[in-house]
């Protein structure tokens, strides 16, 4: 099967972020939060997410890897010109922090692929003030 590539410019990755704070405990510094994730095809070829590899920060630098199979349980294959969802969350011990890593995704024929997830900030509502 002949090579096929895709530019990982053609990979659309864009984050909301939340607060949760029904289940934060900003006295025993736990703050959570989650993020919902798009990731949009926009290239000629379908593209399954393989796994995931996360760096989590929070604002006294303690860092956090997070790597595994999927995303949510899932490995979706997102055909050309559509786009994927999900939810997920992270607890932190300080009120602001920052979550980057990248996804390893494959073609249909199996040729592999990292697309970088740019950094994007995890905060309080009154933190940045």
């Keep these: ?10 990979i659309t990755v864009s984050i ?7 289940h934060s405990e ?3 510094s736990r703050f959570a939060f989650s993020y919902t994730v798009t ?14 590899h996360w760096i ?21 294959r997102i055909p050309p ?15 602001a922090g920052t979550m980057e890593g990248s996804y390893q995704m494959q073609t249909d024929n199996g040729e592999g692929f990292d697309v970088p997830i740019p950094t994007f900030m995890l905060t ?3 933190s940045l003030h």
């Design 124 to 126: 309080t509502p009154r």
């Design 81 to 95: 010109g559509e786009s994927y969802t999900y939810s997920s969350g992270s607890i932190l011990e300080t009120q």
């Design 16 to 22: 909301a972020t939340n607060y949760l704070e029904k």
């Design 39 to 52: 990731i949009e095809n926009n290239s000629a070829h379908a593209a399954q997410l393989i796994s995931r």
């Design 1 to 10: 099967m002949p090579s096929l590539q895709i530019n990982t410019d053609e």
């Design 56 to 76: 989590i920060t929070d604002a006294n630098n303690a860092i956090q890897e997070v790597k595994g199979m999927g995303v949510i349980g899932e490995q979706p």
């Design 26 to 28: 900003p006295e025993n």
